[in-house]
């Protein structure tokens, strides 16, 4: 018999896997052939712009050969959306990949890395994957006007010497909520120069609250600013798995030494290519989402349920003790949610805002299982 935990190195042996949520193709299956209500993962339901599904089949024909390593002309078209050089742009086989690999180029065995409580789970697993310290920072008390959002002053206060690496998530996930432009310029204005600050901005797009701003236009005068994005949620296409980082080119030059050649595939290119460039597409699939979100957000509250302010496709939504059972009852009834015990939040669920149908399902269930 072999070991294995004890031969990994000691970061991994203390890991535990991300936790996906339930296994959906399994329940599909269980299901069929009666469709999943899946409101789980956050993916966008209104789907891809038709155009990036034309360019994925485009693509087909260059099946067998080998992607553009660089990704030059998706990093080209990011570069004049965002008004940066090509190269501050890291293309990223979803921005999970880019996010574990931040902490393993930037920080290891000794060093410390900062997240908040309640921040997307893969801060700390990018963390402790890398062999670093992972130092929580606790999260904005349940009764401010952003709960469980990130503390920005309990962030700075958590950072210490050792400190490499911060993760903020804005908006963040799970819990939905958002700092504002000018909270976050006077933070970051007061962190160390030298200690890095990696901001996901993975629902970026689908923000629209008069104080939120994207972290971009302070890369010019912070170059240890590193700012994640991804085509998985806005632009739909979470299964063709392409995310990035824009940040200083010289942070970025060192970030390449360690990607993988042709991490980002063929097909998720010209697929993210085609995205970016159907605005129109991407404007209506965010206009329906703050518009279910509104009218998903004022059901679950005339049905009694607290719920955190949100700028994201999703809600976090408390239903007290009786959480687990509900989660499972709704299951039975084929509409998936996501349990969110692995942040210590048994008493919630997180709720993606799918389109009026799905919603209204959702609806009805959760009232029968109520009753
Ligand atoms: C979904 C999500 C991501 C990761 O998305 P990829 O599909 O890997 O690009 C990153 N951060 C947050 C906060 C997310 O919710």
């Known amino acids: 018999m072999i070991d294995f935990v004890a031969l990994a190195q000691a970061g991994v042996r203390g890991l535990r896997a991300y936790d996906p949520g339930h296994d959906l193709v399994a329940l599909r299956r269980q299901h069929a052939p009666v469709p999943l209500v899946e409101l789980g993962s956050n993916e966008n339901p209104y789907g891809a712009s038709p155009k990036a599904r034309q360019a994925v089949i485009d693509a087909l024909e260059g099946l067998h050969i080998y992607p553009d390593p660089l990704g030059g002309d998706l990093k080209r078209a990011l570069a004049v959306k965002h008004d940066v050089e090509p190269a501050q742009v890291l293309l990223g086989n979803g921005s999970h990949e880019l996010l574990m690999q931040f902490a393993q180029v930037f920080a290891g065995a000794g060093d410390e890395v900062v997240a908040s409580q309640f921040g997307f789970a893969v801060y700390a697993l990018a963390a402790q994957a890398a062999g670093a310290t992972l130092r929580l920072a606790p999260a904005l008390a349940h009764d401010h006007a952003m709960p469980r959002g990130h503390d920005l002053d309990a962030l700075l206060s958590a950072i210490t010497p050792r400190t490499k690496l911060v993760y903020l998530a804005n908006p963040n996930n799970p819990t939905g909520t958002w700092y504002s432009a000018t909270a976050f310029a006077a933070f970051l204005a007061q962190v160390p120069a030298h200690v890095l600050v990696v901001v996901d901005e993975a629902y970026a797009e689908l923000a629209d609250a008069d104080d939120y701003a994207s972290a971009l236009g302070l890369l010019a005068a912070h170059p240890n600013l590193i700012v994640t994005r991804t085509f998985s949620k806005a632009y739909a296409l979470a299964g063709a798995r392409v995310g990035y980082a824009i940040a200083h080119p010289d942070c970025i030059a060192v ?18 290519e085609a995205a970016l460039a159907d605005t129109a597409h991407l404007q209506a699939t965010v206009a329906a989402n703050a518009r279910q979100r509104q009218l998903l957000a004022d059901a679950l509250r005339a049905r009694g349920r607290w719920l955190s302010p949100s700028q994201t496709n999703f809600l976090l939504v408390e239903f007290g003790e009786a959480t687990a059972r509900i989660e499972a009852a709704l299951v039975q009834r084929g509409v998936i949610l996501r349990p969110m015990g692995g942040y210590g939040l048994g008493d ?24």
């Open 348 to 371: 919630c669920l997180r709720i993606t805002v799918g389109k009026a149908e799905q919603n209204a399902c959702l609806l009805v269930a959760l009232d029968e299982v109520m009753a």
């Open 255 to 272: 970030m390449e030494r360690v990607r993988e050649s042709f991490n980002v595939n063929a097909l998720g290119l010209a697929a993210a």
